[in-house]
């Protein structure tokens, strides 16, 4: 049997086949690859930056601003925590004057708002506070936002809020109202425009009256204000109208402290706010030399959305159980504000949510008997606190205390002090002033700021 022989034909199909690709088609594929390989090791430029960060400066100027008096709260006391001497630039009403600081302190009787500059040496310590009959505040800086929660609107409980202007230009903000059912529309409100060197003050029962308890908030959006509350409880009877200055809060927070309880038995109203949009849970507290440790008989506190409430502690706060209580903690499931209202037949404190302080605080002291406050501690520490009297001279030289987290300190101070500065090592924590001198005062202490920040300006790039 013989072998197929191949073709002529079919040796040309299976030479084809085994022939190389060609040139053309090799390109058509490695270029492409080369192509993305290329494009794999090529960086993106950086996009070059078009904000700055600002930088840090020596503090140069400060101001601040003592409103108007409440009836018999007529003293200033003005200080320097560096206790230089020098003249303050004032504006007292809508004319123009100084005041003198001898090793550091003065004090000066006003009953017009009072705004106080301080430049130079004397702008990094500056501290002032207005006090009298019972009453204490102490001047605030002007501020983009502030907080108040536990203002009223109603005939038995009224609250005033007035916008100071410290500079000549005019300046703007917006108040926004929270009652118990949500946000509350007060055209009134909006908008408010404040001229140079001028103050404008709303009574919160003619704008918006309301029975709810409120919580506002101030924001400016041109120029600079300080903003203040007067808050008054008169109610029906005999009994005798009271008022005082309510402290303002900085910002909501979810784990705040209230730094000041007070030890005479009153009415004692704690206020909080929830200005988110969703609901909120708030545990309570208390805060001794001690320990924290939760009341008994005190549920979780539930709000609902952008809503103010109301818990009466007047018996959680009364006992053996709060002995030795000078703070309350709140911890929330969302930011909230707060406040303690504490009321007597002749008289009315408030102690609201504070800031945390990191390294030092100063304060003017009003007369009467003084005590530092601290709770909330971040971490364990030492507390120094120092303290001179009116003719500058030292009547605490150097006071320490060791602070722990979940307990509260406290440093009593002579009653001829009149300035006092106190430093926080290897901690932070919220710390307060109280002061019994014919009624109870709160207050607050923030950060003493030194330096400012100088925003970075350049020209545009086209």
């Not at 058509?28 to 930088?55: F, N, S």
């Not at 309570?284 to 709000?303: C, N, R, W, Y």
């Not at 500058?392 to 006092?420: C, I, M, Q, W």
Request: with cysteine.
């Amino acid at each position: 049997m013989t072998e197929p022989t191949a073709t002529p034909g079919r040796r040309r199909v299976a030479q084809a086949t085994r022939r190389r690709p060609s040139a053309l088609t090799l390109l058509a594929i490695a270029i492409p690859l080369l192509t993305v390989a290329a494009l794999g090791l090529v960086r993106p430029a950086e996009p070059r930056m078009t904000t700055h960060a600002p930088t840090g400066a020596p503090l140069d100027r400060t101001t601040a601003v003592c409103p108007a008096r409440l009836p018999g709260a007529d003293a200033l006391r003005l200080g320097s925590t560096d206790l230089v001497s020098g003249e303050l630039a004032l504006r007292v009403g809508r004319e123009d004057d100084t005041q003198d600081l001898d090793s550091g302190v003065a004090a000066r009787t006003e009953r017009e708002p009072v705004v106080v500059n301080g430049t130079g040496d004397l702008a990094p310590g500056l501290v002032a506070t207005r006090s009298g009959a019972g009453s204490a505040v102490r001047c605030d800086q002007p501020a983009p936002e502030r907080w108040f929660t536990g203002v009223g609107a109603s005939a038995e409980h009224s609250s005033t809020l007035t916008l100071t202007n410290p500079d000549k230009g005019p300046a703007v903000a917006d108040v926004t109202v929270w009652d118990g059912s949500g946000l509350v529309d007060v055209p009134a409100l909006r908008g408010v425009r404040v001229p140079g060197g001028r103050s404008a003050s709303f009574d919160l029962s003619e704008v918006t009256p309301n029975r709810d308890a409120l919580a506002i908030r101030v924001t400016v959006s041109r120029g600079r204000l300080a903003s203040s509350v007067v808050d008054l409880v008169d109610p029906l009877g005999r009994a005798k109208p009271v008022r005082e200055w309510l402290p303002a809060q900085a910002a909501p927070a979810a784990t705040s402290y209230v730094v000041g309880v007070g030890a005479t038995p009153s009415d004692r109203t704690l206020t909080l706010a929830n200005p988110g949009d969703s609901e909120v849970r708030v545990g309570l507290k208390l805060v001794s030399g001690d320990s924290e440790f939760a009341p008994s008989g005190v549920e979780e506190i539930t709000l609902a959305p952008a809503s103010v409430s109301e818990v009466d502690l007047g018996g959680v706060l009364r006992g053996k159980n709060a002995a030795g209580v000078q703070a309350l903690r709140l911890e929330a499931t969302g930011p909230v504000t707060a406040s303690l209202r504490s009321r007597t037949e002749s008289d009315l404190s408030f102690s609201v949510v504070g800031t945390t302080v990191n390294t030092e605080a100063g304060v003017a002291l009003p007369a009467g008997v003084k005590r530092i406050l601290l709770a909330g501690a971040t971490a364990p520490g030492v507390v120094t606190v120092q303290a001179w009297d009116e003719d500058g001279e030292t009547v605490v030289r150097e006071r320490r205390v060791e602070v722990d987290p979940a307990t509260s300190a406290r440093v009593n101070l002579p009653n001829d002090a009149v300035l006092a500065l106190v430093r926080l090592e290897r901690t932070g924590a919220v710390v307060s002033v109280e002061v019994s001198d014919k009624g109870l005062s709160m207050l607050p202490l923030e950060q003493l700021e030194t330096t400012s920040q100088v925003p970075d300006v350049r020209p545009a790039q086209r």
